[in-house]
């Protein structure tokens, strides 16, 4: 029976040393499945159904959602791992904890909002210029002014400030630390606004490439993770911005 007893604390104690690895294979297999979900929602759009009808509006919500989660949060391990390392430390000194899940809840939960916002977004567009079959606009109008707005933000202060709290998330427990399971939340929410802050333009540009094109999803997920885990993010980040205004200027002069 003691035996039994120890085995169930060794099992706990050795999850909490490998925590970083279940972390990472967790955000792994819910960008994975995220991309499925997508991708197959995606199918059921593009049967005939009416545009305007719930059973549409619940669809492309949950296409945008799991879209948004599957780019996202693997880009937010970085602290989503520093919160655990944390959480360990506290924990060993014999402080109560509240466990990853309750800020990586926090966080997805503003990524859940952007995506109602971006679903209410679809459908006005949808009802005011065409989309191609892969959920891109058709106006070259458009599409060019959309590129000009993501690269001036890219090289607006609002987008340093934000990029710096996202790539540097010990500062940002430093100065935002909460305690107990409620505490933990509001730090999720608090560093999706950052994210939010740093990414939400970006994430419009998939108007532009395609909503349902999966080279362009995973072109953009992988940027913004560059830019958010690389140190010269900034430099970055005003190159991108210049290369857009470029694109968007040459995009609009071929109308």
């Known amino acids: 029976m003691s035996g039994g007893s120890q085995a169930l604390p060794d099992r706990i104690s050795e999850a909490a040393r490998h925590q970083h690895l279940i972390v990472l294979a967790a955000l792994a297999f819910v960008a994975v499945l995220g991309l499925w979900i997508t991708l197959r929602t995606g199918d059921l759009l593009m049967s005939p159904s009416p545009t305007n009808s719930a059973r549409y509006a619940v669809l492309l919500f949950i296409m945008w959602w799991t ?3 599957a780019m996202m949060l693997p ?3 970085p602290a989503i791992l520093t919160y655990g390392a944390m959480t360990r430390k506290f924990s060993a000194k014999g402080a109560s904890v509240a466990p990853v899940s309750l800020f990586t ?3 997805a939960a503003i990524w859940t909002v952007f995506s109602a916002a971006a679903t209410a977004l679809h459908l006005a567009l949808e009802k005011f210029t065409p989309l191609t079959g892969m959920m891109a606009l058709t106006s070259a109008t458009i599409g060019g002014s959309l590129l000009i707005a993501a690269g001036l933000y890219q090289m607006s202060p609002l987008k340093y400030a934000c990029l710096h709290k996202c790539q540097t998330p010990l500062m940002f ?3 935002n630390w909460r305690k107990g399971w409620l505490g ?3 730090m999720g929410l608090s560093h999706g606004v950052y994210c939010l802050g740093c ?3 970006l994430m419009g540009l998939l108007f532009y490439g395609g909503v349902m094109e ?3 999803i995973m072109g953009l997920a992988i940027y913004v993770a560059i830019e958010k885990l690389i140190p010269a993010g900034n430099q970055l980040s005003r190159f991108t911005g210049l290369l857009l205004v470029g694109w968007g200027v040459w ?3 071929s109308v």
Request: hydrophobic share 65%; charged share 10%.
């Open 173 to 175: 427990f430093a100065r």
């Open 251 to 253: 995009e609009m002069s």
């Open 214 to 216: 999966l080279a362009w």
């Open 75 to 77: 880009t937010a391990a």
């Open 105 to 107: 809840l926090g966080y």
């Open 184 to 186: 933990a939340f509001r």
């Open 67 to 69: 879209m948004m989660l």
């Open 199 to 201: 990414c939400w333009v």
